[in-house]
C-alpha cells in the first residue's frame, strides 16, 4: 500500500489538472491538456539536442554538488572534532546562511563570465552551506565512549577518524547530501534562466516567452524526474554505504 499511495496522490492530481483543462473556464495557455504536455514531452526526449540541454544542465549541477560534498565533509569534520575551527567558522556558516546566494550571481557572472563556471561555483556555494551544517553536527554527535573505547584499544587518532568518526558521521553527511542535490538543480535552472543559452533553464524560459505553455510543463517535467532520479540515487548509495544502520519508523 505504501508503494502505491505516492501514485494515487499524483494520479489525483493530473486528473484534476486534465479537469480543469478541459473545463474551459481558463485558457488553454493556462491550463495546455494532458496529451498537449504529453506530446511535447515525447517531441523533448525525441530529439537528440533536447537530450544534450538536460545533459548541460545536470552537469552544472553534479559539478558544483561534488565540489560541495569534497569541501563540505572535510570542513564539517574538522569543525565537529576541532574546538577552535569551529569557533573560528561556526559564526561564518550561521550568519551567512540566511543570505540568498543567487543574489550573488551578477557577481560570479562579472568574475567567471556568463558561461557554465559561474553556474557551477554558485551551485557550489548553495550546497555547501547544508553539507557543512549537517556534517558537522554529526561530528559533534559522536559519542564520547566510542572514543573512549577506541582510544583505550590503542587506536591512533587517524585510524580514529577513520574508523570511528567518519562511520558515525555517514548518515549526517548523507542528509546533507539529500538536502543539496535539489538545491544544486534549482539553482541550476535559475541560473540558466537569467544568464544562458543553453540548459533546461533556457528551454523553460524561451518555451515561456513563445507562449508554448505545454513545452514549458514538459520541460519541467523533466527536471522533476531528474530530480527524483539524483535523489532515489543517493538513497541508493547510502543504504549501501551505510548498511550497519537501518532506520526503523513506526507509524501511528
Known amino acids: 500500500m505504501n508503494r502505491v499511495l505516492p501514485f494515487l496522490f499524483v494520479g489525483a492530481v493530473l486528473v484534476a489538472w486534465e479537469a480543469a ?12 491538456s494532458l496529451g498537449r504536455i504529453g506530446g511535447e514531452l515525447a517531441s523533448f526526449l ?11 544542465s545536470l552537469a552544472r549541477a553534479l559539478g558544483g554538488f561534488a565540489l560541495a560534498a569534497a569541501v563540505g565533509v572535510l570542513l564539517g569534520i574538522v569543525m565537529g572534532r576541532s574546538r577552535f575551527v569551529a569557533a573560528l567558522l561556526d559564526p561564518l556558516f550561521s550568519g551567512t546562511y540566511a543570505v540568498p546566494k543567487l543574489a550573488l550571481f551578477p557577481i560570479f557572472i562579472f568574475v567567471f563570465g556568463i558561461g557554465s563556471l559561474s553556474k557551477v561555483a554558485l551551485v557550489f556555494l548553495e550546497c555547501l552551506y547544508p553539507i557543512v551544517i549537517m556534517t ?26 577513520r574508523r570511528v568518526v ?11 547530501f539529500r538536502v543539496a542535490v535539489p538545491v544544486a538543480m534549482i539553482v541550476v535552472v535559475i541560473t540558466e534562466m537569467v544568464s544562458s543559452a543553453d540548459g533546461l533553464g533556457y528551454q523553460v524560459i524561451y ?11 514538459a520541460i519541467v517535467v523533466v527536471i522533476a524526474v531528474l530530480g527524483y532520479a ?19 519508523t513506526y507509524y501511528v
Open 21 to 32: 483543462a478541459r473545463s474551459g473556464l481558463w485558457s488553454p495557455l493556462l491550463f495546455p
Open 136 to 161: 558537522y553536527a554529526g561530528a559533534r554527535d559522536v559519542h564520547e565512549k566510542l572514543l573512549w573505547s577506541a582510544r583505550n584499544m590503542g587506536a591512533s587518532r587517524a585510524a580514529i577518524l
Open 46 to 56: 525525441s530529439k537528440p539536442e533536447s537530450l544534450g540541454e538536460a545533459w548541460v
Open 207 to 217: 518555451a515561456l516567452s513563445s507562449l508554448k505553455t505545454d513545452r514549458m510543463l
Open 166 to 176: 567518519i562511520p558515525a558521521t555517514a548518515p549526517f553527511i548523507f542528509a546533507g
Open 230 to 248: 539524483l535523489d532515489k540515487a543517493v538513497v541508493l548509495l547510502r543504504d549501501r554505504l551505510i548498511y550497519w544502520e537501518k532506520l526503523d
